[in-house]
């Protein structure tokens, strides 16, 4: 397919060999801005047996980096012809996210041709509401389907370890974790709401005692030593 060679220039003017990965946005942004054609084509071959285009399968790899190997092997998919592993259509789906129960409010998450979808960027321990409808050839919408409710995991830190510098001490140990899973959108939520209840508890505090603040007239005061 012309459209595999335009991905195979691709990686010889950007990357130094076909082992050097290149960055999935970045080369996706460049299809979008140079080859259009050749990004309507990734967004028309549907791999039927990972129920998702070729584009979908590069956009929502866990990876942030792309290896040409794996452009490779979606290359022997559509070339394939005899495994019917791919077909296309411009029949095209869209999942809704409820954002109103109660004003049946939603707004689309995701645009593609595959008979199924990741939808990314969602917050931890939370409910959602999805739905989905087909569009034809000719723009027109068919029905929704029913709503299918989403309750997401809450997010854990990653395996806990003891620190190898200044880890443990005669009355102390120092604890290392994955930062990322604790800088979540719900968790700076939950800290900042707890640290806001700190504050006006030590303002009612400061009230009862008739203290304005930490200072040495006998208040009472939460920060630390």
């Known amino acids: ?53 070729v584009f979908d399968a590069i956009e929502s790899h866990d ?46 998450v995701w645009r593609g041709s595959a008979g199924g979808a990741m939808i990314k960027g969602l917050n931890p321990n939370s409910t959602y509401r999805f739905r989905v409808f087909a569009v034809n050839v000719d723009g027109v919408r068919g029905e929704s389907s029913d709503h299918v409710v989403v309750n997401t995991l809450c997010e854990t830190p990653g395996e806990v370890k003891v620190a190898k510098k200044g880890g443990i ?14 800088s979540s959108t719900a968790n700076r939520v939950a800290l900042s709401e707890r640290a806001r209840d700190a504050q006006g508890f030590q303002k009612v505090l400061a009230e009862w005692t008739g203290s304005g603040g930490s200072g040495d007239d006998g208040g ?3 920060d630390a030593a």
């Open 63 to 108: 990876d942030p980096n792309v290896y040409y190997g794996e452009i490779e092997r979606y290359q022997e998919l559509v070339q394939d012809d005899s495994s019917s592993n791919v077909s296309f259509t411009r029949t095209k789906y869209v999942v809704e996210r409820c954002t109103s129960e109660r004003d049946e409010v939603h707004e689309q």
């Open 1 to 53: 397919s012309r459209h595999f060679a335009v991905l195979k220039k691709i990686f010889d003017a950007l990357s130094s060999d076909d082992v050097t990965p290149l960055p999935r946005v970045d080369l996706l942004l460049h299809l979008e801005k140079k080859h259009p054609e050749t990004l309507l084509f990734l967004r028309s071959a549907v791999i039927t047996r990972e129920s998702m285009t």
């Open 169 to 182: 001490g005669p009355d102390r140990v120092r604890l290392c974790w994955n930062a990322e899973d604790l």
């Open 220 to 222: 009472v005061s939460l």
